[in-house]
Structures are given as C-alpha cells and as structure tokens.
Nanobody, 124 residues
C-alpha cells in the first residue's frame, strides 16, 4: 500500500512558477514509476508528465513540454513537478500517481495509487 500526498498548489499569475511535491509513504517508492495528471472542471484527466523508477527517463504531455519538469528523489520518497511559464489553461487539480506494472505513463489505468490532488489556479 502506498499513500501519496500532493502539496505546493496555489494561485499564481500567468507567467509565474510553482513547484508541486508528492510525498509517498512506505519504503518501496523506487519500485514505482510516477506520473502527474491534471483535471479541469468538465474535462477528462490529462497526462502531464511521467518519470521512470530510477528517474533517468521522463515523459511529457504536448501541452507542457518545455515548460514543466518532473523529477524524483528516491531517498526522500518524493516526486516533483516544476511548472514554469504558467498559463491560465494550466488551471486544474493536479494529481500524482504511482504505478507498478506496465509503464504506460500517459494512461491513468496504469497507475495503482493516487493522491488527493492539489489545486493550481493561474490568473490572466
């Protein structure tokens, strides 16, 4: 069992930056690939970024490439999402997920555990 807790969301002006954190419980964090998704009201959950178990490989959704960076610290059981050049369309609840099986990073069903989400609001 893995529990995930996101933090770092908030209100920011367009062009600003935020860093989200997702802290995981347990001692098996490095066994999981991790991902960030977001969901805006009335929209489906959207893949934002994914990272391999070792942290060597990273993947991004088209809408955030070049602006967001995913990273992880296995010693701290934490995955991060650095978000720069934020736009109003980035406004959503951001969720982190942990997966142990097939590494289909962009598919929500690949993930076994989810956090409760953190709200990010970007004002224009």
């Amino acid at each position: 069992q893995v529990q995930l807790v996101e933090s770092g969301g908030g209100l920011v002006q367009a062009g600003g930056s935020l860093r989200l954190s997702c802290a995981a419980s347990g001692r098996t964090f490095s066994r999981y690939f991790m991902g960030w998704f977001r969901q805006a009201p009335g929209k489906e959950r959207e893949f934002v970024a994914g990272i391999s178990r070792s942290g060597v490989s990273t993947y991004y959704g088209d809408s955030v490439k070049g602006r967001f960076t995913i990273s992880r610290d296995n010693a701290k059981n934490t995955v991060y999402l650095q978000m720069n050049s934020l736009k109003p369309e980035d406004t959503a609840v951001y969720y982190c997920g942990a997966g142990s099986g097939g590494t289909y990073y962009s598919v929500p069903n690949s993930y076994d555990y989810w956090g409760q989400g953190t709200q990010v609001t970007v004002s224009s």
